[in-house]
């Protein structure tokens, strides 16, 4: 992929060739158009299920790929990317992962209760490839996303690591927002844990960062990034693993090049109680700044393009 | 269908083991899962005189002296752990050849150590101890059972039962006294001098 | 009635033969330990008679806080000073579960390590899912505790065809890793 200090991507024409979607839904916010050079937008997740006395919504989960199928929408639908199409990240030929998250049809629209009032919450079946204590797995273009169950969601802590040759030359942050809206960032050097450092629910270790899930409840979304320490900022070869506390282990390629400070590796949602994770494999890169901007993280309040204020 | 015993319940094998000659009595449990010192549980019997005490030290037939009356009862060894299929311990007594002076056999069920590793019965998984005919080929089902988890739940030692001669045969009693205080406690009573 | 000690149980309807359904309550004390508050996580595990979780629906956590069944729910919020509770109808507990068992363990995703030994008290009681009044309460479970970082408080079982309650208290160092080991759930 070719990448320019100034942004101007000369490779779009290819990428859209490739990622053309069939039936794109309507979008909000509206897709830039494909000459502007600003970051792409993303829109925010809205998992509204369908409530019972409301006509049925479908709320579409896009995690950026191509769909295999469009998914019906009935009208009225709102429909959110993620991630949007342009710069777009490498496409998969073939298997989609965009999912429909309204109710299947016929399903009760009131949800089961037990004689004291016991309910379970709505669940959707994401569809997507999960993970076995103890396995390893490389999360690769084709294949980026997995989903934790509830329980690997909050057991313990989900440990990022990065394996290089030379340990020093990246570090790895992550920036994210709580289930209250708080968006801040946890990067070595800068802010060691966050959002509350008495009472951290992400924080930098020794090779990388972690973060508790007993507070998986507090957790909305996370961004995973590495951050190359050289001055002429190269990032260095090697992979990040991820590794959860039953020995489940995702790899994600770090790949050599030339940054412009920042690189987004691996994007978390909570959904439904569940840890939905994807590696980027985004070729785009940038400052800092606007890799947050990028995937979302709009309420960051910035020193310069490197540092944010935390 | 094997009888399962509650505490001070009274049942005659008589009918349900009619002419039983050979006797098993099983204890049964299974491994600790926890943290701690296994649990080491043990059956032993007590030979009994007319006088409703031992003869001597040897009536004691225990994982320390595994044969009594010479070879009429036999144990077949000590399990410290629990480990295995089945009853883990089993004391063997041919009823035919027990000596006529020993008119009661009692059955007991003790944890080793239990005071000094904090355990009784009720912490144990699945332990039981039963007396069953070792003739009758579908005596896994049959004979009589005590769940000493259920009954005897905060204690360490319990006596399950005796068999004892009644009009030339041998019978049944059931008694489930459970006991705090382990093995030793029990046994004194019988005429045992401990330590 | 006395406290239950380690080891005791009851047979919960010979007191109450009406009893439909029961709350698990935990208490405990860490001394004002905030890593130790945190952290302490409870776990229900409904097990089926091979003692293995029915399946990974049948377990209650604070990020699944209903069984698959509906039978068994954890609170967001416990209720009259014990620090988390599990309500479980008995009558809408699946044939095939032959056991409810009720675990504390310590989440080890903070970065600090503690212990269970370091409770200052830690006691479980069970009350009457109708009205709330309290049925039985244990001793402290916390005496002899050290290394353990998960802990077995107690299981409801089936037992001739009635529901009884026994009061364990014993666990392990491994932690969550023990307790998922123990009863088939999947991490």
Known sequence: MTRTPAGARTDLPFLRGRSLRPAQQPSTPPVPGPTAAPPPTSASLDLSAPAAATPPTSSSLDLGAVPAAPPATPPGGTSLDLFDDEPAAPQPPDGGTSLSLAAPSGAAATPARSPHGHTRPLRHDLGLPTIAAGERRLLTEHEPVLELTRMQSAAGAIEAKVAVSNPTEVVLGIVFETADGRESLVLPGLSQQGPDPRRPIFRATSGGVAVDLRRITDIHRVLLFAVPTRPSKQMPGGTVTVTTYGGSRLEIPLVAGPTLGAQALLSGYVVEGRLVLRAEHDPYSGTLQQVCAAYGYREISWRDPYTPLV | ?195 | ?187
């Open chain 2, 1 to 195: 269908m094997a009888v399962s015993l509650s505490k001070g319940g009274n049942i005659s094998l008589e009918k349900a083991a009619p002419g039983m000659t050979n006797a098993v009595i099983g204890l049964g449990w299974d491994p600790r899962t926890t943290d701690g010192a296994p649990f080491d549980l043990d059956a032993s019997v007590l030979l009994l005189g007319e006088s409703g005490k031992v003869r001597s030290d040897a009536d004691f037939v225990f994982y320390n002296n595994l044969t009594g009356d010479n070879g009429a009862v036999q144990h077949q060894g000590d399990n410290r752990t629990g480990e295995g299929e089945g009853d883990d311990e089993q004391i063997h007594v041919a009823l035919g050849q027990v000596s006529a002076d020993v008119q009661r056999i009692v059955v007991v069920a003790s944890i080793d150590q239990a005071d000094a590793r904090g355990q009784n019965f009720g912490q144990v998984a699945d332990a039981y101890i039963r007396v069953y005919d070792a003739d009758d080929p579908h005596n896994a089902t049959k004979g009589l059972r005590f769940d000493l988890g259920e009954d005897a739940s905060t204690e360490t030692a319990l006596i399950f039962g005796e068999l004892y001669r009644h009009g030339g045969e041998w019978k049944f009693r059931a008694i489930g006294q459970g006991y705090a205080g382990g093995l030793a406690n029990v046994i004194t009573q019988f005429g045992l001098q401990v330590g």
């Open chain 3, 1 to 187: 009635m006395s406290p239950m000690a380690k080891g005791a149980n009851i047979a919960l309807q010979r007191e109450l033969p009406d009893l439909s359904g029961v709350v698990f309550g935990v208490d405990w004390d860490t001394g004002g330990e905030r890593v130790l508050d945190d952290n302490l996580t409870l776990l229900t595990i409904l097990v089926g008679a091979d003692g293995m979780a029915l399946s990974p629906e049948h377990v209650v956590h604070f990020n699944q806080l209903v069984s698959a069944d509906l039978s068994t729910a954890q609170l967001q919020q416990a209720l009259g000073g014990d620090d988390e509770q599990v309500e479980v109808e008995l009558t809408g507990v699946p044939d095939d579960v032959a056991k409810v068992v009720f675990v504390l363990y310590l989440s080890e995703g903070s970065g600090s390590s503690r212990t269970l030994g370091q409770l200052k008290h830690l006691v479980v009681r069970l009350l009457n899912l109708d009205g709330g009044a309290s049925i039985i309460s244990s001793v402290d479970l916390a005496d002899g505790l050290s290394a353990e970082t998960a802990l077995k408080l107690a299981e409801l079982y089936r037992h001739s065809g009635q529901w009884k309650l026994r009061v364990l208290g014993m666990g392990y160092s491994s932690g969550l890793h023990g307790v998922a080991k123990e009863y088939g759930v999947p991490l």
